[in-house]
C-alpha cells in the first residue's frame, strides 16, 4: 500500500523555484522528470529526496515505497509549474546535487581509459546527448568546464535519458589543472577539431584518452587547443561546412571503442 | 550602392504568419535565419523571394544585390516576431519551398548510393542534424516520411545549417511505395535497430543502400521493419538503453562513407 503525503504550499514554492539556475545551485537539488530517467535515479546512488506525482504517474511508484522516499500527490497543475515539458509523464523527482572532486577520478581510472571533456558546450541538448552517449561506449568520466551549460538544467538532465545516473560527471571543472592532472595520470590529450587534425580513421587510440570537445560556434578555446597531444578531424565526404558537436562526439567515442577491442 | 526597399504592413505580416505551419504550407514559402544558412541558401538554386534585414544585418547583404533579391529594412522589433532564436543576426530571409518527386530521384542515383529515410522522427533538432550530418558524409538524397516534423519548421531549418540547400530532401514520403521504388532500383533496405541487428562493424555495405532511422521513442514502424533486408546495431560498451537517433545516423554515416573508400 502505498501513502501519499500531502505537500505543504511553502514545500510546492520550494520545489517550483528548482527550475530555475540560481535556486539549484543555492538549494543543491534539482528536478528530474520522465519515467527512465527517474527509474535510473531511483536505482542509482543518487539521493532522492522526493517524488511528485499525480493520479497518471503511478504507475512507477513502487520503486519510490521500496526505497522509501516520500512520495507527494499534486494536481496536473502544479506538476506543470515544474515541468519543462509540453506533455509530462505526471512525475517528478526532487533529486540532491552531487559535488564530485576530479583528482580523485584519475588515480582510480582503469589502465585503459578514455574521458571526455566538454569545453562551453552551450546547448542543452548537445551536453545531454553527449554524457548519454559517452554512458554507451562506456567512458570512465564526462568532465564539464565551468563555461558549459549547468548539468542539472532540466533539458540537458531530460537528453541525459537517465545517464547522468550511471556514469561520474564532473562539473564546473578548471579546464588548465585538469588537463595537467590528466597529463600526470598519462592521459593523452586529444581534441576534437573539424580541419586539418589527424584522420579519425588513421588514429591509433592511446592507452589512456582525454578527448576535449568545444563550444558549438568557437571550438575548443585557444588555450586548450595549445595544450593538445594531438588533434582529430573525421572525415568529409560532402560539403558540410561542420558537424553538430553531439554527432562528431559520437562518431569519436564509436571509433574509440571499437579501437579498444 | 544597395537599395532598400520599404515593407508594406500586409507584406510584413504575410511573412510574420509565415513562422506558423499552417501558412508555410498554403504560401510554399519559409522562413530562413542565420548568416551561415542564408549564404548557402543564396549560393544555391533554391529561389529566394526577398531578404529582411535590420540595421545590424547588413554585412552580408552583398549576396542579395548580386542575386537583384529585394531587400527590405525592417526594425529589431519586426524581425524579432519572425525570429525563432534568442538572439537573431539581424537577417531573415523568405524562401520558395520546393517540392521534389521521389521517383525521379532513384533513377538518377549513382552506382554506389546511400539515401537516407527518416520514418516519423519527431524532435526538429534531431531532422536538421541528421540532414547536417548526411550532407558532411555525402549522402545522395534524405527522404522524410509524412509523419515526420515538417522541414520548413524554423529549428529545422536553423539545425541543417544550410546543408538543406546543398542535398535532395523529398518530404510527405509515402514510406510503403519509396521502399518499392527503392528495392526496384537495387537498393538494399537497412533499418537501425537498438538491440539484435547484424553488428556495425561486422557489416558491409552494398553497393546501394537506404538507410531507415525511426521515431525517438517507438523506432521504426512495424510494416517498415518487416519490409528491411537487414537491421543493424551499433554496439554497446555501456550501460545507456539506447543511443539518441540523430547520434546514431551520425555513426552509420560515417560507417557507410569510410566503407566506400
Known sequence: ???????????????????????????????????????????????????????RGGAIIEYGTFKHIPIYQVSEKELETMSDTVSSQGIIAIVNQKKVSISNYWKNMPAHAVAVMLDGVSDPGNVGTIIRTSDWFGVDAVLLSRNCVELYNQKVVRSTMGSLFHIPIVTEVEVKQA????????????????????????????????????????GVSPDVESFADVKITIPKFGSAE?????IAAGIILYYFAISRV
Chains 1, 2 share one sequence.
Open 1 to 55: 500500500m502505498i501513502r501519499f503525503k500531502n505537500i505543504s504550499r511553502a514545500q510546492l514554492k520550494s520545489y517550483q523555484k528548482l527550475t530555475q539556475k540560481k535556486y539549484r545551485q543555492t538549494e543543491g537539488k534539482f528536478i528530474v522528470e520522465g519515467e527512465r530517467s527517474i527509474k535510473e535515479a531511483l536505482t542509482s546512488d543518487w539521493e532522492i529526496e522526493a517524488l511528485l506525482v499525480t493520479e
Open 242 to 246: 561542420s558537424l553538430n558537436v553531439g
Open 179 to 218: 588537463l595537467e592532472e590528466a597529463r600526470s595520470e598519462n592521459f593523452v590529450i586529444i581534441t576534437a577539431v573539424v580541419n586539418d587534425g589527424v584522420t579519425l580513421t588513421e588514429f591509433n587510440p592511446p592507452e589512456r584518452s582525454l578527448i576535449i570537445f568545444g563550444n558549438e560556434a568557437h
